[in-house]
């Protein structure tokens, strides 16, 4: 079993910065792939970015490219997201999720392990 914790949500203005964090515990996550998800109201969950084990074959949702940075620290076994240039369309709660198998699917279904998510509100 693997748990995950994100942290670093909040409020922040419009074309601001925000860093998540996903700590994992109960199992190294080095092999596993990473994503981050997130939910705005009244909306499905929706991919927005996964990244391999070795920290290779990123994937980003064209909404996020050039904006959002995803990466990893196998030592410590966390994932971080650095949002900057935020907008109010990134208003959402995130999530981490974790995978056991390779390769950066944007399918949620096909990812094993969940954060609680953490919520994210950009104010125009």
């Known amino acids: 079993q693997v748990q995950l914790v994100e942290s670093g949500g909040g409020l922040v203005q419009a074309g601001g910065s925000l860093r998540l964090s996903c700590a994992a515990s109960?199992?190294?996550?080095?092999?596993?792939?990473m994503g981050w998800f997130r939910q705005a109201p009244g909306k499905e969950r929706e991919f927005v970015v996964a990244?391999?084990?070795?920290?290779?074959?990123?994937r980003y949702v064209d909404a996020v490219k050039g904006r959002f940075t995803i990466s990893r620290d196998n030592a410590k076994n966390t994932v971080y997201l650095q949002m900057d240039s935020l907008k109010p369309e990134d208003t959402a709660v995130y999530y981490c999720?974790?995978?056991?198998?390779?390769?950066?699917?944007?399918?949620?279904?096909?990812?094993?392990?969940w954060g609680q998510g953490t919520q994210v509100t950009v104010s125009s």
């Open positions: 999720a974790a995978r056991r198998y390779s390769g950066s699917t944007p399918f949620k279904g096909e990812y094993d392990y």
């Open positions: 109960g199992r190294t996550i080095s092999s596993y792939t």
């Open positions: 990244i391999r084990w070795s920290g290779g074959s990123i």
